[in-house]
């Protein structure tokens, strides 16, 4: 007498012979895939396009706020070897300009530029004789020197600061920068402009006071009237001596860059300096690294744990409908 | 399947094929006829099945990487991945009446069986028809597949002491329902 669990094996349906030859055939090439679009199944692609063009957006939106951090000052970038100081439309503001500066047919850029030159210290005194040749060829002047010689391996050194017509700058670094080897260089601009139109046009309006004073006081016809004259005349003139200055003041700062050279024995700092730029350098890589990686953490942290959750609901809702199929 | 075998088949399906490796094919022959009997049992279609079926390798050759022997057997991957596409074909076809309903040509019985064994035959598969689809489907996975209580487990994500339970009333059921029907 065969048992239940007999029959019950014995009942289980067995597959025809041209199914059994067909899935043969697929296993062996390896069930190629059908060449229809599955596009219309797959109703997750939306969802996913519309992350990425989010996840784009938001990175892009990013990338232009970290490049809305500028200082406020109109810093110059001193690349250009454009050596005109006073005209350079290439310094001028796109469009109108007038957040940075009133339009103006003159722009007044104040330029300093810091040189570090490294070189044996037999060399030194030669070196401070080329400096002050460099600086006198190009018309310029030295506001300050400082040159020191010691015995002790790194004691030595020396710095200048120089005045250099703006115009004679570039040149200048130039045949500085071929003194000895360079260390260091950077260079800075600040676009004044603003600051001396308005000297400019109070200047203006005080020397039409003052002539309008004048014209006033020839007419006086009480001595009351014409000390009075005389008061005020007296004030808008030192007004107009004070404007006068900072006028000169600005001018020379404009027209004449500041140059610092700085002096450095080759080998005191060679090993240092380049090891501290080493690390200067890394830890700036590693700085630059972190802020990416926290910034795309902000990102893509809540859109994975979004999409998480949602795969999560989206698999927990499909076994609670598969299980209602035997329900 | 021991574990050896099963680490042989994971190792395997992890190195990448363009055609299915041989422990893929090897289980293919190990396991399609019962793949079979078990997904014609829950759908109750022949044509269905074959599809189903079909499906069911299909998806198992394409996620053959996930395959993972310390989770359970081969076998109880492969009857889930069938499982799965068995209750979607359910779903997509709204075929739970078909369920409940009496066999199909599955079953159909060949002409020159003995009469006795074709009565019990007969009297167990309208026992079977009257259980429970959860009851059917236990079933068929027990005998249909040929699965194990911890693999039946692994498949419908129970204990296998509770499947040992279950599987025991059912079947005490089934005998109860085809002595009545004798």
Known sequence: ?327 | MDGAVAETMSGTFERSAPTPSEAFEALYRRAFPRVYGYVATLLRDRAGAEEVTAQAFERALRKRRSFRASRGSEEAWLFGIARNAALDELRRRKRRAALEADPEDVHATAPDEAADGALRRQAVRAALGRLAPRERELVALRFAGGLSHEEIARVLGISASNVGTRLHRTLEKLRRDCDEDA
């Open chain 1, 1 to 327: 007498m065969r048992t239940l669990e007999d029959v019950l094996e014995e009942i289980t349906p067995t597959p025809d012979p041209g199914f059994v030859a067909d899935m043969e055939s697929r296993i062996r090439q390896g069930f190629p895939r059908k060449r229809k679009s599955r596009l219309p199944a797959l109703g997750y692609r939306p969802v996913l396009t519309v992350a990425a063009t989010t996840l784009l957006a938001v990175l892009v939106a990013v990338s232009l706020t970290g490049e809305g951090e500028q200082p406020s000052t109109p810093r110059v970038a001193m690349e250009s070897t454009d050596e005109s100081a006073v005209v350079d439309p290439a310094f001028a503001p796109p469009g109108a300009g007038g957040a940075i500066a009133p339009r103006t047919d003159i722009r007044r850029i104040e330029r300093s530029a810091q040189l570090t030159l490294a070189a044996n210290p037999d060399e030194f005194d030669q070196i401070a004789d080329d400096v002050f040749r460099i600086t006198g060829q190009h018309q310029g002047f030295v506001l300050q020197s400082t040159l020191t010689q010691e015995e002790e391996e790194g004691g030595s050194g020396g710095s200048f600061e120089l005045r250099i017509p703006a115009a004679q700058l570039q040149p200048a670094l130039g045949e500085l920068s071929r003194l000895a080897t360079v260390r260091a260089r950077s260079e800075s601009g600040t676009d004044v402009t603003g600051a001396f139109v308005s000297i400019r046009d109070r200047l203006r309006t005080a020397r039409a006071l003052r002539a309008s004073l004048l014209r006033r006081l020839e007419l006086a016809t009480t001595d009351t009237a014409a000390n009075a004259i005389q008061r005020r005349l007296a004030i808008v003139g030192s007004r107009v001596g004070r404007l006068r200055a900072q006028m000169r003041d600005m001018r020379q700062r404009t027209e004449f860059a500041t140059v610092f050279v700085e002096l450095v024995d080759e080998d005191a700092g060679a090993v240092a300096g380049s090891t501290d730029e080493a690390v200067d350098d890394a830890v700036g890589s590693l700085e630059d690294i972190l802020t990416f990686l926290i910034r795309a953490a902000g990102i893509l942290v809540p859109l994975a744990l979004v999409g998480g959750i949602s795969w999560l609901f989206a698999t927990r809702a499909r076994k609670r409908a598969r299980d209602r199929a035997l329900a």
